[in-house]
């Protein structure tokens, strides 16, 4: 079945740098975009950034923009998430997701708080 593990959380500092990955299994890595997705303290799970299969094209939101880089290493069936110029409201629980045969599937979330 559908396996994604993010990994790379953790604690830093306001103008920090992070990079998660997230190792997936289960299904044909290289034929599916990947998704990074966040959900901060009581708000909702929001679109972070996104990639597809080829890594050609990528999404961001704008409050990332110009600061998160999504990529993807399609031989080590993992996607990336390297973020930089961190800012306290960018601390949340960081999610990777993908859809497959219609369904949409999640990790279990690495968390990550920007804080001094």
């Known amino acids: 079945q559908v396996q994604l593990v993010e990994s790379g959380g953790g604690l830093v500092q306001p103008g920090g740098s992070l990079r998660l990955s997230c190792a997936a299994s289960g299904f044909t890595f290289s034929t599916y975009g990947m998704t990074w997705y966040r959900q901060a303290p009581g708000k909702e799970r929001e679109l972070v950034a996104s990639?597809?299969?080829?890594?050609?094209?990528?999404v961001y939101a704008g409050s990332v923009k110009g600061r998160l880089t999504i990529s993807r290493d399609n031989t080590k069936n993992t996607a990336y998430l390297q973020m930089n110029s961190l800012k306290a409201e960018d601390t949340a629980v960081y999610y990777c997701?993908?859809?497959?045969?219609?369904?949409?599937?999640w990790g279990q979330g690495t968390q990550v708080t920007v804080s001094s």
């Open positions: 997701s993908a859809v497959v045969g219609g369904k949409r599937s």
């Open positions: 990639i597809t299969s080829t890594g050609l094209v990528t």
